[in-house]
Protein backbone atom coordinates (compact mmCIF):
# COMPACT_ATOMS: atom_id res chain seq x y z
CA UNK A 1 0.00 0.00 0.00
CA UNK A 2 2.80 2.16 0.71
CA UNK A 3 4.40 1.61 -2.53
CA UNK A 4 1.01 2.72 -4.35
CA UNK A 5 1.05 5.93 -2.54
CA UNK A 6 4.95 6.54 -3.61
CA UNK A 7 4.37 5.80 -7.18
CA UNK A 8 1.16 8.30 -7.25
CA UNK A 9 3.32 11.24 -5.78
CA UNK A 10 6.24 10.89 -8.09
CA UNK A 11 3.31 10.37 -11.06
CA UNK A 12 1.96 13.88 -9.20
CA UNK A 13 6.06 15.02 -8.77
CA UNK A 14 6.41 14.60 -12.58
CA UNK A 15 2.96 16.46 -13.67
CA UNK A 16 4.13 18.94 -11.76
CA UNK A 17 7.68 19.37 -13.02
CA UNK A 18 6.46 19.65 -16.55
CA UNK A 19 5.04 22.75 -16.23
CA UNK A 20 7.85 24.51 -14.44
CA UNK A 21 10.39 27.15 -15.85
CA UNK A 22 14.25 26.71 -16.03
CA UNK A 23 16.36 29.64 -15.71
CA UNK A 24 16.99 31.45 -19.22
CA UNK A 25 12.72 30.67 -20.47
CA UNK A 26 13.84 27.14 -21.04
CA UNK A 27 10.74 24.27 -19.60
CA UNK A 28 10.69 21.12 -18.80
CA UNK A 29 8.26 19.35 -21.15
CA UNK A 30 6.33 22.77 -21.88
CA UNK A 31 2.69 22.08 -22.66
CA UNK A 32 2.05 24.48 -25.95
CA UNK A 33 -1.16 25.37 -27.50
CA UNK A 34 -1.69 24.49 -31.04
CA UNK A 35 1.43 21.58 -30.89
CA UNK A 36 -0.42 18.19 -30.57
CA UNK A 37 1.51 15.17 -29.82
CA UNK A 38 -0.50 13.34 -32.72
CA UNK A 39 1.38 13.73 -36.58
CA UNK A 40 0.57 16.61 -38.44
CA UNK A 41 -2.08 16.32 -41.17
CA UNK A 42 -0.47 15.51 -45.00
CA UNK A 43 0.11 18.80 -46.58
CA UNK A 44 2.81 20.39 -48.86
CA UNK A 45 5.36 23.32 -48.95
CA UNK A 46 7.34 24.83 -51.79
CA UNK A 47 11.18 24.90 -50.19
CA UNK A 48 13.81 26.98 -51.61
CA UNK A 49 17.08 27.31 -50.17
CA UNK A 50 19.09 30.30 -50.53
CA UNK A 51 22.23 29.70 -49.30
CA UNK A 52 23.98 29.52 -45.76
CA UNK A 53 21.33 29.09 -43.20
CA UNK A 54 18.97 30.78 -45.14
CA UNK A 55 15.19 28.98 -46.12
CA UNK A 56 12.40 30.01 -47.68
CA UNK A 57 9.00 28.03 -47.18
CA UNK A 58 5.67 28.75 -48.99
CA UNK A 59 2.10 27.08 -49.64
CA UNK A 60 1.89 25.45 -53.34
CA UNK A 61 -0.12 29.14 -54.08
CA UNK A 62 2.30 31.34 -52.37
CA UNK A 63 -0.55 32.79 -50.48
CA UNK A 64 1.70 32.12 -47.07
CA UNK A 65 5.65 32.70 -47.10
CA UNK A 66 8.08 32.22 -44.88
CA UNK A 67 12.01 33.05 -44.03
CA UNK A 68 14.17 30.93 -41.72
CA UNK A 69 17.16 33.28 -41.20
CA UNK A 70 17.34 36.55 -43.15
CA UNK A 71 20.99 37.10 -45.33
CA UNK A 72 19.91 37.58 -48.87
CA UNK A 73 21.66 39.80 -51.03
CA UNK A 74 24.71 40.10 -49.37
CA UNK A 75 24.47 35.72 -48.92
CA UNK A 76 28.40 34.38 -49.94
CA UNK A 77 27.19 30.89 -50.23
CA UNK A 78 26.47 30.56 -53.21
CA UNK A 79 29.73 31.36 -54.98
CA UNK A 80 31.46 27.94 -53.69
CA UNK A 81 28.67 26.43 -55.96
CA UNK A 82 29.12 28.50 -58.83
CA UNK A 83 24.89 29.76 -58.92
CA UNK A 84 24.51 33.31 -60.06
CA UNK A 85 21.99 34.99 -57.91
CA UNK A 86 18.55 35.63 -59.99
CA UNK A 87 17.46 39.16 -59.12
CA UNK A 88 15.03 38.80 -56.47
CA UNK A 89 17.92 37.65 -54.52
CA UNK A 90 20.34 39.55 -55.62
CA UNK A 91 19.36 43.20 -54.10
CA UNK A 92 16.24 45.02 -52.08
CA UNK A 93 14.29 46.02 -55.03
CA UNK A 94 14.42 42.65 -56.81
CA UNK A 95 13.35 41.20 -53.85
CA UNK A 96 10.22 43.67 -53.52
CA UNK A 97 9.28 42.64 -57.14
CA UNK A 98 9.53 39.21 -56.45
CA UNK A 99 7.29 39.21 -53.48
CA UNK A 100 4.51 41.67 -55.01
CA UNK A 101 4.40 38.98 -57.90
CA UNK A 102 4.10 36.75 -55.51
CA UNK A 103 1.50 38.42 -53.82
CA UNK A 104 1.01 36.30 -50.47
CA UNK A 105 -1.39 37.25 -47.65
CA UNK A 106 1.16 37.09 -45.28
CA UNK A 107 5.39 37.31 -44.68
CA UNK A 108 6.64 35.49 -41.62
CA UNK A 109 10.38 36.62 -41.30
CA UNK A 110 11.99 33.86 -38.43
CA UNK A 111 15.27 35.00 -37.07
CA UNK A 112 17.18 32.24 -35.05
CA UNK A 113 20.26 34.56 -33.23
CA UNK A 114 22.31 37.74 -34.43
CA UNK A 115 25.14 36.55 -35.87
CA UNK A 116 25.71 38.30 -39.77
CA UNK A 117 25.06 35.38 -41.91
CA UNK A 118 21.56 35.38 -40.08
CA UNK A 119 20.69 39.03 -39.48
CA UNK A 120 22.72 40.31 -42.49
CA UNK A 121 19.92 41.37 -44.13
CA UNK A 122 16.68 41.40 -41.91
CA UNK A 123 15.61 44.79 -41.66
CA UNK A 124 15.58 45.47 -45.34
CA UNK A 125 13.68 42.12 -45.28
CA UNK A 126 11.17 43.51 -43.64
CA UNK A 127 10.85 46.87 -45.39
CA UNK A 128 10.90 45.04 -48.66
CA UNK A 129 7.02 43.03 -47.79
CA UNK A 130 6.13 46.37 -46.59
CA UNK A 131 6.64 48.20 -49.72
CA UNK A 132 4.91 45.25 -51.55
CA UNK A 133 1.92 46.13 -49.51
CA UNK A 134 2.35 42.63 -47.92
CA UNK A 135 1.26 42.28 -43.88
CA UNK A 136 4.81 41.09 -42.78
CA UNK A 137 5.75 39.88 -39.15
CA UNK A 138 8.70 38.49 -37.77
CA UNK A 139 9.29 36.48 -34.56
CA UNK A 140 12.25 35.14 -32.21
CA UNK A 141 13.80 34.97 -28.75
CA UNK A 142 11.51 37.56 -26.38
CA UNK A 143 14.89 39.62 -24.90
CA UNK A 144 16.10 39.59 -28.66
CA UNK A 145 12.86 41.03 -30.05
CA UNK A 146 12.04 43.25 -27.12
CA UNK A 147 15.14 45.02 -25.85
CA UNK A 148 18.33 44.14 -28.17
CA UNK A 149 16.86 45.02 -31.63
CA UNK A 150 14.38 47.56 -30.53
CA UNK A 151 16.57 50.39 -31.34
CA UNK A 152 17.84 48.97 -35.13
CA UNK A 153 14.07 48.44 -35.94
CA UNK A 154 13.28 52.08 -35.00
CA UNK A 155 16.60 52.95 -37.14
CA UNK A 156 14.87 51.44 -40.39
CA UNK A 157 11.72 52.90 -39.90
CA UNK A 158 10.24 49.92 -38.47
CA UNK A 159 7.03 49.57 -35.27
CA UNK A 160 8.31 46.28 -33.02
CA UNK A 161 4.81 47.21 -31.53
CA UNK A 162 3.06 46.59 -34.85
CA UNK A 163 6.26 44.63 -36.83
CA UNK A 164 6.95 41.75 -34.05
CA UNK A 165 4.89 39.07 -33.27
CA UNK A 166 3.11 39.21 -29.55
CA UNK A 167 2.91 42.67 -29.90
CA UNK A 168 6.48 43.39 -30.06
CA UNK A 169 7.61 40.61 -27.67
CA UNK A 170 7.13 37.31 -29.76
CA UNK A 171 8.36 34.51 -27.63
CA UNK A 172 10.26 32.87 -24.75
CA UNK A 173 11.15 28.53 -24.92
CA UNK A 174 7.48 26.58 -25.79
CA UNK A 175 5.69 30.00 -26.54
CA UNK A 176 3.51 29.67 -29.75
CA UNK A 177 2.39 32.85 -32.23
CA UNK A 178 0.24 32.97 -35.14
CA UNK A 179 0.50 34.95 -38.50
CA UNK A 180 -2.49 34.28 -40.36
CA UNK A 181 -2.26 30.42 -41.34
CA UNK A 182 1.76 29.99 -40.17
CA UNK A 183 2.02 28.91 -36.71
CA UNK A 184 5.42 28.90 -34.75
CA UNK A 185 6.89 27.92 -31.66
CA UNK A 186 10.48 28.63 -30.29
CA UNK A 187 12.82 25.89 -29.22
CA UNK A 188 15.84 25.90 -28.25
CA UNK A 189 19.42 25.47 -30.08
CA UNK A 190 22.92 25.35 -28.46
CA UNK A 191 25.13 27.68 -30.04
CA UNK A 192 26.70 31.25 -29.09
CA UNK A 193 25.12 35.15 -29.92
CA UNK A 194 26.88 38.32 -30.22
CA UNK A 195 24.92 40.36 -27.85
CA UNK A 196 24.07 37.15 -25.45
CA UNK A 197 20.70 36.16 -25.72
CA UNK A 198 20.32 32.83 -26.62
CA UNK A 199 19.58 31.45 -29.73
CA UNK A 200 16.79 29.34 -30.85
CA UNK A 201 15.13 26.74 -33.63
CA UNK A 202 11.68 27.07 -35.02
CA UNK A 203 8.58 24.36 -35.05
CA UNK A 204 6.70 25.79 -38.13
CA UNK A 205 3.44 24.96 -39.41
CA UNK A 206 2.71 26.13 -42.75
CA UNK A 207 0.73 24.20 -45.88
CA UNK A 208 -0.22 21.14 -43.31
CA UNK A 209 3.38 20.50 -43.05
CA UNK A 210 5.42 20.77 -39.67
CA UNK A 211 9.00 22.37 -39.87
CA UNK A 212 11.87 21.69 -37.72
CA UNK A 213 14.59 24.46 -38.30
CA UNK A 214 17.55 23.69 -36.13
CA UNK A 215 19.32 26.87 -36.47
CA UNK A 216 22.53 27.23 -35.58
CA UNK A 217 23.29 24.46 -33.08
CA UNK A 218 24.95 21.26 -31.62
CA UNK A 219 23.45 17.72 -31.05
CA UNK A 220 21.94 17.97 -28.17
CA UNK A 221 19.52 15.23 -26.06
CA UNK A 222 16.20 18.03 -26.01
CA UNK A 223 16.05 16.91 -29.81
CA UNK A 224 14.33 13.95 -28.91
CA UNK A 225 11.93 15.91 -26.98
CA UNK A 226 11.20 18.18 -29.57
CA UNK A 227 10.94 15.41 -31.94
CA UNK A 228 7.97 13.81 -29.71
CA UNK A 229 6.29 16.66 -28.82
CA UNK A 230 6.65 18.49 -31.87
CA UNK A 231 5.91 15.53 -34.17
CA UNK A 232 7.74 17.87 -37.17
CA UNK A 233 7.57 16.14 -40.84
CA UNK A 234 10.61 18.15 -42.69
CA UNK A 235 13.95 19.41 -40.75
CA UNK A 236 16.61 21.95 -41.82
CA UNK A 237 19.63 21.07 -39.88
CA UNK A 238 23.17 23.07 -40.16
CA UNK A 239 25.90 20.21 -41.36
CA UNK A 240 28.51 22.86 -41.73
CA UNK A 241 30.72 21.13 -38.52
CA UNK A 242 33.82 23.37 -38.13
CA UNK A 243 34.20 25.37 -34.91
CA UNK A 244 30.17 26.80 -34.88
CA UNK A 245 27.62 24.18 -35.28
CA UNK A 246 27.23 20.16 -35.47
CA UNK A 247 28.95 18.18 -38.58
CA UNK A 248 27.21 15.65 -41.52
CA UNK A 249 27.07 13.00 -38.57
CA UNK A 250 25.80 14.77 -35.96
CA UNK A 251 23.12 16.19 -38.08
CA UNK A 252 22.04 12.58 -39.14
CA UNK A 253 21.50 11.95 -35.69
CA UNK A 254 19.64 14.75 -35.03
CA UNK A 255 16.94 13.85 -38.02
CA UNK A 256 16.94 10.73 -35.84
CA UNK A 257 16.25 11.99 -32.64
CA UNK A 258 13.63 14.62 -33.80
CA UNK A 259 11.65 12.09 -36.36
CA UNK A 260 11.24 13.70 -39.46
CA UNK A 261 10.72 12.20 -42.94
CA UNK A 262 12.24 14.28 -45.10
CA UNK A 263 15.86 16.67 -44.23
CA UNK A 264 17.66 19.27 -45.98
CA UNK A 265 21.16 20.03 -45.32
CA UNK A 266 21.84 23.76 -44.59
CA UNK A 267 24.61 26.12 -43.09
CA UNK A 268 27.48 24.89 -45.05
CA UNK A 269 29.75 25.88 -48.19
CA UNK A 270 29.23 29.89 -47.75
CA UNK A 271 32.49 30.45 -45.85
CA UNK A 272 35.80 29.75 -44.87
CA UNK A 273 35.24 28.42 -41.65
CA UNK A 274 32.86 25.93 -42.53
CA UNK A 275 32.69 21.99 -44.94
CA UNK A 276 32.37 23.11 -48.48
CA UNK A 277 29.62 21.71 -51.36
CA UNK A 278 30.65 18.05 -50.26
CA UNK A 279 29.04 18.33 -47.00
CA UNK A 280 25.36 18.08 -48.07
CA UNK A 281 26.57 14.21 -49.64
CA UNK A 282 28.04 13.33 -46.70
CA UNK A 283 25.04 14.49 -44.92
CA UNK A 284 23.49 11.85 -47.32
CA UNK A 285 25.55 9.40 -46.70
CA UNK A 286 25.42 9.30 -43.01
CA UNK A 287 21.79 9.65 -42.87
CA UNK A 288 21.30 6.80 -45.28
CA UNK A 289 23.20 4.50 -42.34
CA UNK A 290 21.68 6.08 -38.83
CA UNK A 291 18.50 6.98 -39.89
CA UNK A 292 17.70 5.19 -43.18
CA UNK A 293 13.92 6.33 -43.07
CA UNK A 294 14.34 9.74 -44.26
CA UNK A 295 14.56 11.18 -47.20
CA UNK A 296 17.46 14.06 -47.93
CA UNK A 297 16.97 16.81 -50.35
CA UNK A 298 20.43 17.94 -51.15
CA UNK A 299 20.15 21.26 -52.87
CA UNK A 300 22.00 23.83 -54.10
CA UNK A 301 21.38 27.69 -53.56
CA UNK A 302 18.17 28.91 -55.31
CA UNK A 303 16.80 25.34 -55.94
CA UNK A 304 13.07 24.31 -55.45
CA UNK A 305 11.49 21.48 -54.23
CA UNK A 306 8.00 20.93 -53.39
CA UNK A 307 7.65 18.32 -50.10
CA UNK A 308 4.25 16.78 -49.26
CA UNK A 309 4.21 14.61 -46.03
Known amino acids: MRRSHDVADLMDRRALLQGMALPGGLALCPRIAGAQAGAAKTGTVMVRWLGGGVVELATPDYKQMAYIDAWIWNNAGWTRFN ?176 GVSHAVPVHYAHNAQVMGVQAGEEFRRAVSTIAPSVTVHVMKPGDSIQVTA
Open 83 to 258: VPKPPEYAAKDGFVQYVKAKSPQAVLVLLTHDHGDHIGDYFEMLQAPNAAGVPVKTAGQSDLMRKGLVPEYKNAGLDPAQIVLNGGGSMTFGGTCKHDDMTVNLVPAVHSTLAGYPAAGFILEIGGVRVYASGDTDLFGDMKMIGERYRPQLGFFCVGDGPYTMGPQDAARACQMT
